[in-house]
């Protein structure tokens, strides 16, 4: 019954997503597609940090440096558009953003891991703080205020200033993305994150090197939370040291959380609750936070299965 | 660097290494015991500040606002420990984590609502306004001195807390040995609160002591919450030895970085120097449960 | 017979506790050594040092004529040193097979591979159903380890510390939380498995050591105190002062 209703809602939300822009355009509520803009980006920066918190079982809590500095990396080719490296083309900066992040994270990523548990979760912070505090100082790119892009990147035939077009720019990675993210939790690499996440040592004396593999996973992570950083930096066509702030590190977390963790659609209905929650509220009142704040520890304690666990309660992590 | 500038680039170092370490003090305490990962410590620390500033304004008296805020703030650590924290003692990390963001949304905006989101001032003791030499000639504010006067003296009354009295015997065996602490047939419970309630105080009067020199605002935890978390790591969690040691040289780091290092680089300073540390040793300078 | 470990000089204290002092002991190839001792001889800290969790203070451990005492646990496994864990240290969202297909897969080269699925490969999965049928789990292949019982959850142990076709079997206490019946059936397997195994065994049930040992060795405060056969070692005067006491 329930698997028949996960089904339903799974399939449903595919075909939704796949009619909103139609449906808005329909309806002329053209704002529809700004805002679910704004959760796909989000839930592809969530699913990219649920690949190491849910499977990994690594509480990263600085995932917005890679966001951030995705969409400098963007905002600072454009910016620079006149000289040799700077570029406004979708096609080379979404892949140089995504490894500017990756190499951000294999930095990061070798020192942190080094440490677990709660010296984990502080140390990803700090070096979160750490690149924050850089693109603060750095005035030319707007320091504190960051800085406007002319333009949305040029993706070619494919018009990114149509939000659109935009929208199935931004659903194709992520089912893309989605479905790789399918193959690689099954793959034998995927079997070993998820063994490390249950018991480390003993996948250490099962003879894995597991530092490697969380290594890896955590670098291929923050590649894709570059992606979105890259593609949020077109949506607002601004960047600024705010995608940076570790406050968004948590939204993100509670994101994963709220979705489900450990679970392959769970991020997407994350994101998507998350705005929704937040669009609501600030509906009733401008000061949603002091609704949302007891909001998300009431969920931690009794709900800690998300919203995915809902359909699935049987508890096994797909 | 003239001499000037470097005994005045000591004092300032020290001035922000001991209020980090009444923030880290709480904070590692309430780890090693209660296995707590707790983000809205920061939040305690702007609540004395705010309580203080308003009863200094209603009284005109800076240590009338201090002695207010400090219970206050205490008590509000302990009703939270009561209400939501101690349910979270048993929960792993990523629980704590998240529950404990949530109750600093819920303190930032409850701050928003009570004092409004402009900053607000908080005028420095009459007394401590004006500046003392320090080496003949060359003059220092009086109310930073009496920061870091204060901070030291509490880290001695800290000190002597922990290795001397009962309480303390009880916090030492509850950082070392949980299982020890229940079966000496303490209270624990009790214990637990009131280990919170001082480290809502001691971050209280690290707030209430910053008041002066930083303007108040919504999220001025925040800021200072990441830096104890440098700390605590740097220091080894749990240790309030190793916190001590830290704070002072995150204090002195971050201060002389910030002369000595062009801008970009030395708001990274601390970061780069913790990065270092834990290369070298991953779990801190004084790792407690070693 | 050249030993396959051999140990020497092997020190480690914990602060004033001295845990291992300067133990020196050899494993045959194809013997059950078993370790006993009273609590706090040292035997889990051996276990420790032994899979490379611990680093010794002092001395050397060979494997097979190499020099390990500095390889980190993932090397010495790789190498064929297998171990069990005290406490039933099995990967319990995992299902048995699975469990026994990752330890497989450690010694299948490396994992970054990241497309194909897992769990229908034969190469892993064929090993692994071969194993679980050896220590007598045939049957329980697709049932989540948690939701197996506690002495299907130590024979599982076993089949993923075999899977990797170890050398040497450390085994820290297979029969730990045991009934009588499940020890019986552990020691069975045991004994199965002296023929194609070296193993050093670690544990308090002594009806079992007796009768599985080739030989043994008392450890009384980080020392060994005695080495020998199940009947020098109930004969020996010291290890009945020591250990056995008013027993034997």
Redesign the interface.
């Known amino acids: 019954m329930l698997d028949i209703l996960r089904r339903i809602v799974l399939w449903g939300g595919l075909a939704l997503l796949c009619l909103l822009p139609m449906l808005a355009e329909a309806l002329g509520e053209g704002f529809y597609i700004t805002m679910m803009n704004r959760v796909l980006i989000l839930a592809l920066a969530a699913m990219s940090l649920n690949l190491i918190l849910g499977y990994g079982g690594m509480v990263s809590f600085g995932h917005a440096a890679y966001l951030g500095i995705g969409a400098y990396t963007v905002g600072i080719l454009a910016y620079h558009s006149d000289a040799w490296f700077g570029t406004e083309s979708a096609f080379i900066a979404l892949p140089a953003a995504m490894l500017v992040a990756a190499i951000l994270a294999l930095a990061i990523g070798a020192i942190s891991l080094r440490t677990s548990g709660v010296y984990f979760i502080m140390i990803t912070l700090a070096f979160a703080q750490m690149v924050y505090f850089f693109f603060v100082s750095q005035q030319e790119y707007g320091g504190m205020d960051g800085m406007q892009m002319w333009s949305r990147s040029d993706a070619g035939p494919i018009d990114l200033s149509d939000n659109a077009s935009f929208y199935y720019v931004v659903l194709g990675l992520l089912l893309v993305l989605l479905y790789a993210k399918y193959r690689l939790v099954r793959s034998r690499f995927g079997l070993v994150l998820r063994g490390i996440r249950e018991n480390e040592r003993r996948m250490k004396a099962l003879g894995f090197p597991t530092y490697r593999y969380k290594l890896v996973a955590f670098v291929i992570s923050g590649a894709v939370a570059g992606l979105a950083g890259a593609m949020m930096a077109n949506l607002s066509e601004f960047v600024s040291p705010s995608l940076l702030h570790w406050t968004r590190s948590g939204e993100m977390m509670v994101m994963v959380i709220l979705g489900g963790m450990g679970t392959i659609a769970g991020p997407i209905l994350g994101a998507l609750a998350f705005l929704v929650l937040e669009d609501v509220l600030s509906e009733i009142t401008q000061h949603w936070m002091i609704v949302l704040g007891p909001l998300l520890i009431l969920i931690v304690l009794v709900a800690r299965r998300g919203l995915y666990g809902l359909l699935d309660p049987k508890g096994e992590p797909k | 660097m003239t001499l000037l500038l470097f005994v005045e680039q000591v004092l300032n170092g020290l001035q922000l290494g001991v209020m980090l370490f009444l923030m880290a003090a709480g904070m590692t305490l309430v780890?090693g015991i209660m296995g707590l990962?707790n983000l809205a410590h920061g939040s305690l620390y702007m609540i004395g500040a705010y309580v203080a500033a308003t009863v200094q304004q209603a009284t005109g008296s800076f240590l009338v606002g201090l002695l207010v805020a400090l219970p206050v703030a205490a008590l509000v650590g302990m009703a939270v420990e009561m209400i939501?924290l101690r349910?979270?003692y048993p929960?792993d990390?990523?629980?704590q984590?998240?529950?404990t963001?949530?109750?600093?949304?819920?303190?930032?905006?409850?701050v928003?609502?009570v004092w409004g989101p402009q900053a607000y001032f908080m005028a420095m003791p009459d007394m401590l306004s004006g500046s003392v030499d320090i080496i003949p000639g060359i003059p220092y504010p009086a109310y930073r001195l009496a920061i870091v006067a204060t901070g030291l003296a509490v880290a001695i009354l800290l000190y002597l807390l922990i290795t001397r009295t009962r309480i303390g015997m009880l916090i030492r065996a509850g950082a070392t040995n949980r299982e020890m602490v229940n079966a000496l047939g303490v209270n624990v419970d009790r214990l637990y609160t009131i280990v919170f309630g001082l480290g809502a105080a001691l971050a209280a009067l690290a707030g209430i002591m910053a008041g002066p020199i930083l303007a108040l605002e919504v999220g001025m935890g925040?800021s200072i919450l990441?830096l104890t978390?440098?700390v605590?790591?740097i220091g080894g969690?749990g240790s309030v030895r190793g916190a001590f040691v830290a704070a002072l040289l995150v204090g002195i780091a971050d201060t002389f970085g910030r002369v000595l290092l062009p801008?970009?680089i030395a708001?990274?300073t601390i970061?780069?120097l913790?990065?270092a540390i834990?290369?070298w040793r991953?779990?801190?300078l004084f790792p407690a449960h070693a | 017979m050249t030993p396959i470990l051999s140990i020497s000089g092997l020190a480690k204290r914990f602060g004033g506790v001295t845990a291992t002092d300067s133990l020196s002991l050899d494993i045959l190839p194809g013997e059950i050594h078993a370790i006993i001792g009273p609590n706090g001889a040292g035997k889990t800290t051996l276990i420790g040092q032994l899979s490379g969790e611990i680093a010794p203070d002092a001395g050397t451990i060979r494997f097979k004529d190499a020099d390990i005492t500095r390889l980190p646990v993932h090397r010495r496994a790789l190498r064929g040193l297998a171990r069990s864990f005290q406490i039933t240290s099995v990967l319990r969202g995992f299902t048995a097979c699975e469990n026994v297909m990752l330890a497989v897969q450690a010694h299948a080269g490396h994992s970054f591979r990241f497309w194909q699925p897992a769990a229908t490969q034969a190469a892993l999965r064929d090993p692994a159903l071969a194993m679980l049928a050896r220590v007598g789990l045939a049957g329980r292949a697709d049932v989540p380890a948690a939701d197996l019982a506690h002495g299907e959850q130590r024979q599982l142990e076993i089949a993923m510390a075999l899977a990797g076709r170890p050398d040497l079997l450390l085994l820290d206490e297979p029969m730990a939380g045991m009934g009588p019946e499940e020890s019986a059936r552990m020691t069975g397997l045991l004994a199965g498995l002296k023929a194609s195994h070296s193993i050093l065994l670690v544990e308090h049930d002594m009806d079992a050591v007796f009768r599985l040992a080739d030989r043994i060795t008392v450890l009384v405060y980080g020392r060994a105190i005695a080495t020998g056969t199940p009947d020098a070692i109930r004969a020996d005067a010291a290890v009945r002062q020591a250990y056995l006491g008013g027993e034997a």
């Open positions: 780890f990962i939501a349910r979270l929960r990390h990523l629980d984590v998240l529950a963001f949530g109750l600093i949304l819920f303190f930032n905006e409850l928003k609502i925040e990441i978390f440098v605590v790591v969690i801008p970009a708001e990274m970061y780069i913790m990065a834990l290369v991953p779990q801190g």
